[in-house]
């Protein structure tokens, strides 16, 4: 089973959803944009998660294409008014009969290989379901570059970096590789794609401002999760460190506070296509 740390069940998503959507969509749609994706094509959005992006290509490939968007736990996509070419499926990208005969003109997956301990596999998995000469748009976080670049006051950097640090251990512990952002193009070379590239999108987020609510979201998530788990009066543990409720209020104000500006989490999309031969199929 998956230990996808971020489920799809808590309140916290919507916000996430909403917080990728918003700041990381218009990059993602460039990103697709250069395979030249169009009328007629065959895609597979993984992990599609609030189903912007599947919309999207389905607009792109219009009728005569077809979008298929999987997800562990499609709830949320489901909500929306699908357009006819967009179908949705509950599907585990780690072990569930990948969908197709290796025909697709176009693979994406935003933030998912990330969370998933088997990545190089999936990775495999995914470069498999593709025709020879289709692409491979893999778009990852590299959680180890998010300066501070603003502070209230001298105590605030230092809490963050504690907090947000508490978070990728606790990430970790869940299987996932907060550092996999630059080491996808490595990885997708690896796996025999061809012409890999890259482009990375980063901003500032204030607090108060939208970007800046993945924060809060992910911590509140873990830390709903800590509390099931291990808690002592006054402090919960997360990833390895305790961190006290006074610590986990002060960062909740942090992110609410204009004076603070961190580094949005940089984006890393990769792209390469899959030549004749290349992948090991399902
Ligand atoms: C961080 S969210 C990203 C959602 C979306 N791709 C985006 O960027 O907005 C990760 C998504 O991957 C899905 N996911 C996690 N493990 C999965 C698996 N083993 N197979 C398929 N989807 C999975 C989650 O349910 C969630 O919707």
Known sequence: ??????????????????????????????????????????????????GSLGDWLGERVGPDGEVLVTDLDPRWAVQRQLPANVRLLTHDITRDPMPGDGDFDLVHARLVLLHLPERTRVLERLTGALRPGGWLVLEEFDCGWTPVLATPDGEAGALFERVHGALLEALGQAGAEPLWG??????????????????????????????????????????????????????????????????????????DDPGFVVNSYPMVS?????VAGAGVGA
């Not at 959507?21 to 994706?37: F, H, I």
């Not at 009328?39 to 992990?47: A, D, F, H, S």
């Not at 609510?213 to 873990?222: F, G, M, S, T, Y």
Request: charged share 30%; with cysteine.
């Open 1 to 50: 089973m998956s230990r996808y740390l971020f489920d799809n069940a808590d309140d916290q998503t919507r916000e996430r959803f909403s917080v990728l959507e918003s700041r990381y969509d218009p990059w993602s749609r460039k990103a697709l944009e250069n395979t030249g994706v169009g009328p007629g094509w065959r895609c597979l959005e993984v992990g599609g998660g609030g």
């Open 182 to 255: 630059r080491q996808v193009v490595g990885e997708m070379m690896r796996a025999g794609l061809e012409g890999v590239t890259a482009t990375t999108y980063a901003e500032t987020w204030a607090g108060g401002g939208q970007g800046i609510k993945l924060h809060r979201a992910n911590i509140e998530q873990a830390a709903r999760r800590a509390g099931e788990a291990e808690i002592r009066i006054g402090a919960m543990r997360i990833g390895d460190t305790w961190l006290g409720d006074g610590e986990l209020r002060r960062f909740l104000e942090l992110l």
């Open 270 to 274: 990769a792209r390469g296509r899959r």
